[in-house]
């Protein structure tokens, strides 16, 4: 059974790094295709980046200049980390795999979901 589980801290100040993981159970992570997807409140889901099972990345445009993703495969986990955060960076973050390349926020193109973790930017 494939389970994703994200992790990371809850509060992050201004300015500061977010740095969070998801750790996949079941299966590969260097199989199929992982992205971290985030819904701020009261909005929709946005679509931020993702790791190819080659190891390629792919960022939104729009967040392209504070995002990084990257694999950890001795564990199984991927990261991210989006730089430079400010409140509106507030969000439930969501980690998820597609088994194609997709960089949309269609949740059905998504086979697997994180249950999400909330992180909040505040000093």
């Known amino acids: 059974q494939v389970q994703l589980q994200e992790s990371g801290p809850g509060l992050v100040e201004p300015s500061q790094t977010l740095s969070l993981t998801c750790t996949v159970s079941?299966?590969?992570?260097?199989?199929?295709?992982w992205s971290w997807i985030r819904q701020p409140p009261g909005k929709g889901l946005e679509w931020m980046g993702g790791?190819?099972?080659?190891?390629?990345?792919y960022y939104s445009p729009s967040l392209k200049s504070r995002t990084s993703i990257s694999r950890v495969t001795s564990k199984n986990q991927f990261t991210l980390q989006l730089s430079s955060v400010t409140p509106e960076d507030t969000a439930v973050y969501y980690c998820?795999?597609?088994?194609?390349?997709?960089?949309?926020?269609?949740?059905?193109?998504?086979?697997?979901w994180g249950q999400g973790t909330q992180v909040t930017v505040s000093s």
């Open positions: 790791i190819a099972a080659s190891g390629n990345t």
């Open positions: 998820a795999r597609s088994p194609t390349y997709y960089t949309g926020t269609v949740r059905a193109r998504y086979d697997y």
């Open positions: 079941g299966v590969s992570s260097t199989t199929y295709y």
